[in-house]
């Protein structure tokens, strides 16, 4: 079977990767891919979010499964439309994928069926969210309705910078339509987790847990970025903490979106906050993380189509979804000055190790062949072993063997997980 998967980064290099272990599967095409994936996959120069493009292509090629990586094309809803001509999918419907396309619905969500989640107040008008925050103790945390590319969460240490953000986010639009809404929501603290889970709406499979570094800095210092680097599994995330999550939070939200008619199915991402008074929802995601997968797939036994297959057939409880006991560790290999301004087209060289595993995110081969960087996340180095600090050592050595210039990566992934139990 022709298969295509839609995205071009490094989550998308690693469900390459890791659908390449399946043997009923063809060519896999990737829209649009980039420079490391050309090496796993046939790239197509269509844009994720090019709906039209994605579904003439798929139906030319007779495509027989598709999987839809990113948000923004689950949100404009590319997997109803795939569904729509009988290609069968990995990814929710567009109406499944508001979970994360709107924070207003998630937060409403919560709120009506009782799922831990940060207290909160929704604005549509920016007089109304001035005077409430007269009334707020700091700091506080405002975010915009709709996506925007992981950027539209602002913490606000006092009024002054609240007052702000509401007249970036809701008059000067920094976020364009997506801050016409506002969450302004509670401000938790305590490690954070995430959890992805398989869901076919009936039952739902957690993966391993993993930790992401968000900030550009060591020390979580420095611009939120995309991620600059995962472990796994995460060592604050205990048998019994997993068990109550299952609990208060995993089933009670696939029930709740089954009640509200708008089944999940696919990859659902629960970032929660180890709060003293428990776990609580962050955020949700539709998708896998990105790289929380670099670390989540490659720990991964059971084979992955299968699990997708699964997932879209609704048998996913007849299958046992398995975990190796090892652990690993994402470095993420970025361009100088990201998240802000940096320059593209250098020249990747990467010395061969073994053992590494490299999941391109920003890079692009040149027409004479040359690999390149090409966005702000350059290359994930992956490391594993049995022990949490040898995958950070792995994961380091493989990430030191790239070179470009203006190449940064944070030295701190996963120190904070080595010291869990400590605090
Ligand atoms: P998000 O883009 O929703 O993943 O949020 C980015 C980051 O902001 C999260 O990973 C948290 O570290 C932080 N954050 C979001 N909401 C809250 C909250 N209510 N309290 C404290 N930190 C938060
Ligand atoms: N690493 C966080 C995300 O994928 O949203």
């Given at each position: 079977?022709?298969?295509?998967?839609?995205?071009?980064?490094?989550?998308?290099?690693?469900?390459?990767?890791?659908?390449?272990?399946?043997?009923?599967?063809?060519?896999?095409y990737?829209?649009?891919?980039?420079?490391?994936?050309?090496?796993?996959?046939?790239?197509?120069?269509?844009?994720?979010?090019?709906?039209?493009?994605v579904?003439?292509?798929?139906q030319?090629?007779?495509?027989?499964?598709?999987?839809?990586?990113?948000?923004?094309?689950?949100?404009?809803?590319?997997?109803?439309?795939?569904?729509?001509?009988?290609?069968?999918?990995?990814?929710?419907?567009?109406?499944?994928?508001?979970?994360?396309g709107?924070?207003?619905?998630?937060?409403?969500?919560?709120?009506?069926?009782?799922i831990?989640?940060?207290?909160?107040?929704?604005?549509?008008d920016?007089?109304?969210?001035?005077?409430?925050?007269?009334?707020?103790?700091?700091?506080?945390?405002?975010?915009?309705?709709?996506?925007?590319?992981?950027?539209?969460?602002l913490?606000?240490?006092?009024?002054?910078?609240?007052?702000?953000?509401?007249a970036?986010?809701?008059?000067?639009?920094?976020?364009?339509?997506?801050?016409?809404?506002?969450v302004?929501?509670e401000?938790?603290?305590?490690?954070?987790?995430?959890v992805?889970?398989?869901?076919?709406?009936?039952?739902?499979?957690?993966?391993?847990?993993?930790?992401?570094?968000?900030?550009?800095l060591?020390?979580?210092?420095?611009?939120n970025t995309g991620?600059?680097?995962?472990?796994?599994?995460?060592?604050y995330?205990?048998?019994?903490?997993?068990?109550?999550?299952?609990?208060?939070i995993?089933?009670?939200?696939?029930?709740?979106?089954?009640?509200?008619?708008?089944?999940?199915?696919?990859?659902?991402y629960?970032?929660?906050?180890?709060?003293?008074?428990?776990?609580?929802v962050?955020?949700?995601?539709?998708r896998f993380?990105?790289?929380?997968?670099?670390?989540?797939?490659?720990?991964l036994k059971?084979?992955?189509?299968t699990?997708?297959q699964?997932?879209?057939?609704?048998?996913?409880?007849?299958?046992d979804?398995?975990?190796?006991?090892e652990?690993?560790?994402?470095?993420?290999?970025?361009?100088?000055?990201?998240?802000?301004k940096?320059?593209?087209?250098k020249?990747?060289?990467?010395?061969?190790?073994?053992?590494?595993?490299?999941?391109?995110?920003?890079?692009k081969?040149?027409?004479?062949?040359?690999?390149?960087?090409?966005?702000?996340?350059?290359?994930?180095?992956?490391?594993?072993?049995?022990?949490?600090?040898?995958?950070?050592?792995?994961?380091?050595k493989?990430?030191?063997?790239?070179n470009?210039?203006?190449?940064?990566?944070?030295?701190?992934?996963?120190?904070?997980?080595?010291?869990?139990?400590?605090?």
């Amino acid at each position: 079977m022709d298969i295509i998967v839609v995205g071009g980064g490094g989550r998308e290099h690693t469900i390459i990767k890791k659908l390449r272990e399946n043997d009923s599967i063809q060519t896999i095409y990737a829209l649009p891919g980039n420079g490391g994936i050309a090496q796993d996959a046939t790239c197509v120069n269509i844009a994720a979010t090019d709906l039209d493009g994605v579904v003439k292509f798929a139906q030319e090629k007779n495509i027989g499964f598709a999987v839809v990586a990113p948000d923004d094309p689950l949100v404009l809803g590319l997997a109803d439309r795939l569904r729509a001509i009988g290609i069968p999918c990995f990814g929710p419907s567009a109406a499944a994928a508001a979970i994360e396309g709107s924070k207003v619905f998630s937060k409403n969500l919560m709120r009506k069926y009782g799922i831990p989640t940060a207290e909160y107040n929704v604005f549509s008008d920016s007089a109304e969210a001035l005077k409430y925050l007269k009334t707020c103790a700091y700091p506080i945390v405002i975010k915009a309705d709709g996506l925007a590319l992981g950027k539209g969460v602002l913490i606000c240490e006092d009024h002054k910078a609240a007052q702000d953000a509401i007249a970036s986010i809701m008059e000067e639009k920094i976020f364009g339509e997506s801050g016409s809404n506002v969450v302004i929501e509670e401000f938790l603290t305590g490690p954070e987790v995430s959890v992805l889970a398989f869901t076919d709406g009936n039952v739902v499979k957690p993966m391993v847990s993993s930790m992401d570094h968000k900030r550009a800095l060591d020390g979580d210092q420095g611009l939120n970025t995309g991620g600059m680097g995962t472990i796994a599994p995460n060592p604050y995330y205990t048998a019994e903490i997993a068990e109550r999550c299952m609990k208060e939070i995993f089933l009670p939200t696939i029930n709740a979106m089954n009640a509200e008619g708008r089944t999940f199915k696919g990859c659902l991402y629960f970032g929660l906050m180890l709060t003293p008074n428990g776990p609580k929802v962050i955020e949700y995601n539709c998708r896998f993380g990105d790289p929380e997968a670099q670390v989540v797939l490659p720990l991964l036994k059971t084979d992955l189509f299968t699990v997708m297959q699964a997932v879209e057939n609704e048998t996913l409880a007849d299958l046992d979804v398995e975990f190796a006991d090892e652990c690993a560790c994402c470095v993420m290999v970025v361009s100088g000055g990201y998240p802000e301004k940096y320059e593209k087209g250098k020249p990747i060289t990467i010395e061969p190790m073994d053992g590494a595993r490299y999941f391109h995110s920003g890079t692009k081969l040149t027409e004479d062949g040359t690999l390149v960087n090409n966005g702000g996340r350059v290359i994930g180095a992956v490391g594993m072993d049995k022990t949490l600090k040898g995958a950070i050592a792995n994961a380091y050595k493989f990430a030191r063997a790239i070179n470009f210039e203006g190449a940064y990566m944070r030295s701190d992934i996963g120190e904070r997980a080595l010291k869990a139990g400590e605090e």
